[in-house]
């Protein structure tokens, strides 16, 4: 997301905790002609978010758009969870995003910019050994619903954008805890971060309310809606194997839960060999006509239902 919006030429921000990575964050942006600001954050710290803000207006005197984009999980069922690994997944995933909403909103009310917070389809439906996770996000969605509506009544002029991506090939599956021995994977199909980068920032310039990512997450999102139940049968028999490979990891093998690994991973995972480059249905969906949109609809519709068994930019 940083690459596509310097390559768009705006003046870039970025905060996260590890020097490494934010340092390789900022010669990417600067490679794309743009200006870049690294600001070592820990979004668990609303003092450190908001520093990340001010610093924002030091250096450019204004914010149009605030990502919130950290996240940290833990792969184990519900009840296997420590107390403090499931306040930490709330820490970073919730908090982390309300910390930046507060500290940006009185700059966004200036700019009548966006606030878009990278959720996840997980948001609508919980999946087996990611409770966590998916609680983390879903609690973001309804915030965020509650946030969006009173900003419409005080007619402040803000935008708030909830992205719902699938399975993003990123390093975050190397950096997971995870407590099933076994190596965790996107669930299946795996898209690469460029295409759902792409989309994310297209909201800076026309804002959506909430934009799922990828045919997978649409998938998704439809067959909660039909039928929770069908989605609870799929699960019992996919829930686990799609979320892990063959491959044997040690439960206590390093993660970032807590501490940061160090080093700059990228911005790609381990699993370049099954991703997507593409995805026509956001695609589409963020550039495509009405006709052609509601006639895809339909017809993932009637999909969904034969397998059971924007605001406008000102």
Known sequence: MARAAADRGARVVVGARTEEALGGAVREIEAA?????????????RDDV???????????????????????TVYAEAHRLADDELRRA????????????????PHLRTTEGTFIQIASALSYRGIPLQAAYCSSKAA????????????????????????????????????????MGLQPQPVPPIYQPEPFAEA????????????????????????QKVSPRAGDLVLLRNGWKGQHTQELKPQDSPDNL?????????????????????TIWTWLRIHGGKPALLGLTAAGAALVLGTIGARTAR
């Open 90 to 105: 709330f820490d970073v995933n919730f908090f982390g995003g309300v910390y930046g909403y507060w500290a940006s909103l």
């Open 258 to 278: 807590f501490e940061p690994l160090p080093g700059d991973p990228g911005a790609h995972g381990r699993f370049d060999d099954q991703s997507r480059e593409s």
């Open 140 to 179: 973001l969605r309804t915030f965020f619903e509650s946030a969006r509506v009173e900003q419409e009544k005080e007619r402040s002029g803000v935008d708030i954008c909830v992205v719902l991506p699938g399975a993003i090939n990123t390093p975050q599956f190397d950096r997971a805890r995870q407590k």
């Open 200 to 223: 994310a920032i297209r909201c800076c310039e026309r804002p959506v309310r909430e934009l799922p990512l990828g045919w997978g997450a649409q998938k998704l999102l439809w067959g």
């Open 50 to 72: 908001q520093n990340l803000v001010d610093r924002a207006i030091d250096r450019f005197g204004r914010i149009d758009t605030y990502i919130a984009n950290a996240m940290v």
């Open 33 to 45: 002609g743009a200006e870049g600001v690294a600001v070592q954050t820990d979004v668990t710290k």
